[in-house]
């Protein structure tokens, strides 16, 4: 008796234990999720075995288009799974309650709809039945004004219904959840910005180069790798932008450790001639990568360079609703800037324009005003490189 007494005290410490380590193991793959969102089918799958589910899913609900943006599942029917954003999500009797329901809070299906009233709903009869569920526990974990991120599980009619034991289990959990889900969100919001200045960046009509501060290359777009092909210019060595006329490198090098050492260097606007005899206008500005998500394997505490190499011939376009918007330029002002960059003199603008050169005068000293300048070539590089700075 003494004996069988120590087997079951004994054994219902392992239970204790295994329960631990069960637990300990879902949570981390909870937090692994939130760095992989492949890893959430594995997240969903573990609950369900941990609260002897049929079947399990986590879906990013919009409640604008009552359709999901995002669904991972276990033990769900893909094709049915799909006819639900198309049409089940639109007669689902839950997504009303689950609209309401506090972040955080878990409840098991009963305790918001009798089971009889679902039992004769065609979201049942049609999607839920054909699947081998009848009855669910969950809850929304994210909400904002567009939708919420909700997760449940189901059982069949033949297990019993969830009750607050389940509750509680479940809710061991929701801590978690909601801070990987919230890792995941800051991820995709970094990643989209970092898609769209990739892409700004990469289609810009001038060659860009991003430097480290020991000058070596770390990014560059498409206009640059041209202009590395061509040739006639530059060319990167050891992850080092050079350029062949020696005397042109020995400024553009010059210029580099300059604005390396002395981040308020002004004088960082260089014009180097290629083998064709045609001119090109470079500036060299430094840049913190600490406020850009683009390079984010950089330490975050380590500034870089950024050069800008503009043929003479190409017409610059400025974008209007940032010159506004930095610089506070009225329609007038930008035109204005947009021919200075452009290499026009004062004479020049004031014909094409169809006004006075006295206007035109006036109109520059309040650029320079606004710019904080004092004179057109730094009234120029300022424009362009805060505007670069800008995308």
Same mark, same amino acid.
């Given at each position: ?33 939130? +760095? ?20 399990? %899913? ?36 839950? =997504? ?64 019993? +219904? ?131 998500? %683009? ?90 490189? =805060? ?5």
């Amino acid at each position: 008796m003494i004996l069988f007494s120590l087997f079951l005290v004994n054994f219902h410490k392992y239970l204790i234990m295994a329960n631990e380590q069960q637990t300990a193991s879902i949570i981390d793959t909870i937090y692994q999720a939130s +760095l992989d969102l492949s890893l959430w089918e594995d997240v969903v799958k573990k609950l369900a075995e941990e609260l002897c589910a049929h079947s399990s %899913m986590l879906r990013v609900f919009d409640d604008n288009y009552r359709s999901y943006n995002y669904f991972v599942s276990y033990g769900y029917d893909k094709g049915i799974q799909k006819q639900y954003g198309e049409y089940f999500a639109h007669i689902d009797p839950i =997504q009303d309650v689950l609209r309401d329901m506090p972040d955080g809070l878990v409840l098991p299906q009963h305790a918001v709809m009798s089971m009889k009233d679902f039992y004769r709903t065609e979201f049942y009869n049609d999607y839920a039945k054909p699947q081998g569920f009848s009855h669910t526990i969950g809850g929304v974990f994210l909400k904002d004004k567009n939708g919420s991120v909700q997760f449940g599980m189901q059982r069949t009619r033949r297990q019993p +219904l969830y009750d607050q034991y389940d509750v509680s289990k479940l809710k061991l959990f929701v801590p978690h959840l909601k801070r990987a889900i919230s890792f995941n969100k800051k991820i995709y919001e970094c990643n989209a910005v970092n898609r769209n200045l990739e892409t700004a960046i990469s289609h810009m009509p001038f060659a860009v180069f991003f430097l480290n501060i020991q000058g070596k290359v770390i990014g560059l777009n498409i206009k640059a790798e041209e202009l590395i092909i061509d040739g006639r210019l530059i060319n990167v060595f050891n992850q080092k932008v050079h350029f062949f006329n020696p005397i042109d490198n020995h400024k553009f090098q010059t210029t580099l450790a300059s604005v390396v050492k002395h981040s308020d260097h002004e004088d960082n606007y260089i014009s180097l001639q290629d083998d064709n005899g045609k001119f090109h206008h470079i500036f060299v500005f430094p840049i913190n990568f600490e406020k850009s998500e %683009m390079f984010n394997e950089i330490n975050s505490y380590q500034n870089g360079v950024m050069v800008g190499i503009f043929p003479e011939t190409n017409t610059i376009k400025l974008n209007s609703k940032l010159c506004k918007q930095v610089f506070g330029f009225t329609h007038s002002e930008f035109e204005v800037s947009q021919h200075l960059v452009n290499g026009n003199s004062l004479e020049r603008i004031a014909r094409i324009r169809g006004v006075t050169l006295n206007t035109v005068k006036s109109q520059l000293k309040t650029l320079f005003k606004k710019t904080e300048t004092q004179s057109q070539s730094a009234l120029v590089q300022c424009v362009l490189s =805060q505007l670069i700075k800008e995308i």
